[in-house]
T-cell receptor, first 110, second 118 residues
């Protein structure tokens, strides 16, 4: 039973355009949501987060939107750059532990 | 930022042998460390949570006698895969939570260790 779902295993975007990565969750008790970026054979690195009491958080080119009623969050990257190509994991925090989605592989083409 | 290291980064071993993986927080003290496992094209699966000085808490389905975790100090946790078999081949990642962190409790991840069991 997956509590955090990333239904798109991959996404391809042209450089300069917007990348939108989606994540759905089932547990309404999650209090924090995080996005991690992961390159092959490396550990995840933290990207951006949002508290469950907010609906938007922005940091430079990265913005995370949270829709609690739909149990959905998304990560927007604008403008996308080739260096953004990586696997992006959505994670939700419950009682201090993180539950990860399966990840979405983003490819940004020059 | 906070740095977490893992050693070794890649290990190949024969079936039946034991392998120890170290996870260190380099510039902060970690009261809690987490061990994850990632299969190809799959998510990070939490294996166990370890708190310094106490026994690790294992997730359902994870054999504690096979995956021995020791969190001997605030900067070091070790995962020992005992009597490794080919199905244990995977990417193992640790993370550490800063002792001084507030309510956010961010986890910092190590670079991972690729284990290949022949």
């Amino acid at each position: 039973d997956q509590q955090v779902k990333q239904n798109s295993p991959s996404l391809s975007v042209q450089e300069g355009r917007i990348s939108i990565l989606n994540c759905d969750y089932t547990n309404s008790m999650f209090d924090y949501f995080l996005w991690y970026k992961k390159y092959p054979a490396e550990g995840p690195t933290f990207l951006i987060s949002i508290s469950s009491i907010k609906d938007k958080n922005e940091d430079g080119r990265f913005t995370v939107f949270l829709n609690k009623s739909a149990k959905h969050l998304s990560l927007h990257i604008v403008p996308s750059q080739p260096g953004d190509s990586a696997v992006y994991f959505c994670a939700a925090r419950s009682q201090g532990n993180l539950i990860f989605g399966k990840g979405t592989k983003l490819s940004v083409k020059p | 930022g906070a740095v977490v290291s893992q050693h070794p980064s890649w290990v190949i071993c024969k079936s039946g042998t034991s392998v120890k993986i170290e996870c260190r927080s380099l510039d902060f003290q970690a009261t809690t460390m987490f061990w994850y496992r990632q299969f190809p094209k799959q998510s990070l699966m939490l294996m166990a949570t370890s708190n310094e000085g106490s026994k690790a808490t294992y997730e359902q389905g994870v054999e504690k006698d096979k995956f021995l975790i020791n969190h001997a100090s605030l900067t070091l946790s070790t995962l020992t895969v005992t009597s490794a078999h080919p199905e244990d081949s995977s990417f193992y990642i640790c993370s550490a939570r800063d002792k001084t962190s507030g309510t956010y409790n961010e986890q910092f991840f190590g670079p991972g260790t690729r284990l290949t069991v022949l």
